[in-house]
């Protein structure tokens, strides 16, 4: 049975990076999964639900460098209202950009999901995550391509505001999906 710590480094480096969850969890002779792996899957299950449960940037205050024809329709709002067909935009001539959402008040995080709307084709070459926490922003992860899903993970921060700048695209960069959430406090890194 693999350990919690390792089943939840599997999915951020497989499902947080756009690909599918193989556990290789076999079944028993008797055709039904042996009760330890039932169980530990199960804790992964509750972990990740308690995880993903409260989306710290959601509906907050947000901000952008640039907004595609300054129409409002395609403006930071539209990264963080939970709703996967609206997206935030900028020009055709724009690769690189940033968006920045206000948490209000501190808050505890340390995932960062990221979604390009990849109807119009994954774009994002390389990107950074920072957060606003001790009065001074802090750099929390780099990665290259966002595409359906991107999930970054660092260890635990108070955080007052989240940035995310695309550093560089193949074309004007979208994002679907910013999200803010903070895994429980003995499955943090």
């Known amino acids: 049975?693999?350990?919690?710590?390792?089943?939840?480094?599997?999915?951020?480096?497989?499902?947080?990076?756009?690909?599918?969850?193989?556990?290789?969890?076999?079944?028993?002779?008797?055709?039904?999964?042996?009760?330890?792996?039932?169980?530990?899957?199960?804790?992964?299950?509750?972990?990740?639900?308690?995880?993903?449960?409260?989306?710290?940037?959601?509906?907050?205050?947000?901000?952008?460098?640039?907004?595609?024809?300054?129409?409002?329709?395609?403006?930071?709002?539209?990264?963080?209202?939970?709703?996967?067909?609206?997206?935030?935009?900028?020009?055709?001539?724009?690769?690189?950009?940033?968006?920045?959402?206000?948490?209000g008040a501190q808050a505890a995080c340390s995932v960062c999901l990221l979604g390009e709307k990849i109807e119009l084709g994954q774009r994002i070459e390389s990107h950074r995550v920072e957060v606003f926490a001790g009065g001074k922003w802090q750099v929390v992860a780099q990665g290259t391509t966002v595409g359906y899903k991107r999930l970054h993970r660092f260890p635990a921060v108070n955080a007052q505001r989240l940035r995310v700048t695309i550093e560089k695209a193949r074309a004007c960069p979208t994002l679907a999906t910013v999200g803010l959430f903070c895994e429980p406090e003995g499955n943090r890194l």
């Open 1 to 103: 049975v693999k350990p919690l710590a390792h089943l939840l480094d599997i999915y951020y480096k497989s499902v947080g990076r756009g690909a599918g969850l193989l556990l290789n969890v076999p079944p028993a002779s008797d055709g039904l999964f042996a009760a330890p792996d039932v169980e530990r899957l199960l804790e992964l299950r509750r972990v990740l639900d308690a995880t993903f449960a409260v989306d710290l940037a959601r509906d907050r205050p947000s901000r952008a460098s640039a907004i595609r024809g300054g129409d409002h329709g395609f403006g930071p709002a539209r990264a963080v209202d939970g709703d996967p067909r609206t997206y935030w935009a900028v020009d055709d001539v724009v690769r690189e950009a940033s968006i920045e959402i206000d948490l």
